[in-house]
């Protein structure tokens, strides 16, 4: 499989899209300059499987979904880590 490379500016356009947080395996590089720049901008980097993705629960679709209209709406003045959480647990919640 081919691997795939992410610099610096790729970290900014993924930032600027509200992604907070980028799978990160075998076939994914990250330039040290683009690793630093996402722990900067507070995009969380997943050490994940492939083949195994947070995409795969039932209800990622729709936390990204809420997360990207919250930074969108809010244009990034909220922690992403602190937004991660609140989603997660809310949606979780419903569940219930």
Same mark, same amino acid.
């Given at each position: ?6 610099? @610096?500016? #790729? ?5 600027? /899209? ?8 075998? #076939?994914? &590089? %990250?330039? @040290?300059?683009?690793? $630093?720049?996402? !722990?900067? %901008?507070?995009? /969380? !980097? ?8 947070? $995409?795969? /629960?039932?209800?990622? @679709? !729709?936390?990204? /979904? &809420?997360?990207?209209? =919250?930074?969108?709406? !809010?244009?990034?003045? &909220? ?6 959480? &609140?989603?997660?647990? =809310? =949606? ?5």
């Amino acid at each position: 499989m081919a691997k795939t490379f992410y610099t @610096e500016r #790729d970290i900014d356009d993924l930032h600027a /899209r509200g992604v907070t947080s980028l799978d990160v395996h075998d #076939d994914i &590089v %990250l330039t @040290e300059l683009a690793r $630093e720049r996402a !722990l900067k %901008l507070g995009v /969380r !980097l997943n050490r994940v499987t492939p083949g195994r993705h947070a $995409e795969d /629960r039932p209800d990622a @679709e !729709l936390i990204h /979904r &809420v997360k990207a209209a =919250v930074l969108a709406r !809010l244009n990034g003045q &909220v922690d992403p880590a602190v937004l991660e959480a &609140v989603v997660t647990k =809310v =949606v979780a919640s419903l569940k219930k």
